[in-house]
């Protein structure tokens, strides 16, 4: 059975960081796409980065390039989100997804597996 659990959410204020976790389990990740995503209230859910397991290619959605950064520890089974220079509007619960499709989806429908997701909160 996948399963991916996200961790690392809080609250931070304007300008801070948080490091997201997602520890995934149930299967070899190999050729597989792993991909965050958000969800802010009221609003519908969209792509943040996604990066390859096997080769740990990664992409952004283009309005988060340069703040946020994606990686992988292969050995470890585990994806991160580095968050920097967090906005309010970045308030949002963020969710863990994996895809046996290749490098470049950004589609939610394209991802078969999530994690429960973990809530950040940024104050002005």
């Known amino acids: 059975q996948v399963q991916l659990v996200e961790s690392g959410g809080g609250l931070v204020q304007a300008g801070g960081s948080l490091r997201l976790s997602c520890a995934a389990s149930?299967?070899?990740?190999?050729?597989?796409?792993m991909g965050w995503f958000r969800q802010a209230p009221g609003k519908e859910r969209e792509f943040v980065a996604g990066?390859?397991?096997?080769?740990?290619?990664?992409y952004y959605a283009d309005s988060l390039k340069g703040r946020f950064t994606i990686s992988r520890d292969s050995a470890k089974k585990m994806v991160y989100l580095l968050l920097n220079s967090l906005k309010p509007e970045d308030t949002a619960v963020y969710y863990c997804?994996?895809?046996?499709?290749?490098?470049?989806?950004?589609?939610?429908?394209?991802?078969?597996?999530w994690g429960p997701g973990t809530q950040v909160t940024v104050s002005s």
């Open positions: 990066i390859t397991w096997s080769g740990g290619s990664s």
């Open positions: 149930g299967r070899t990740f190999s050729g597989y796409t």
């Open positions: 997804a994996s895809t046996p499709k290749r490098f470049g989806v950004v589609a939610g429908t394209e991802y078969d597996y």
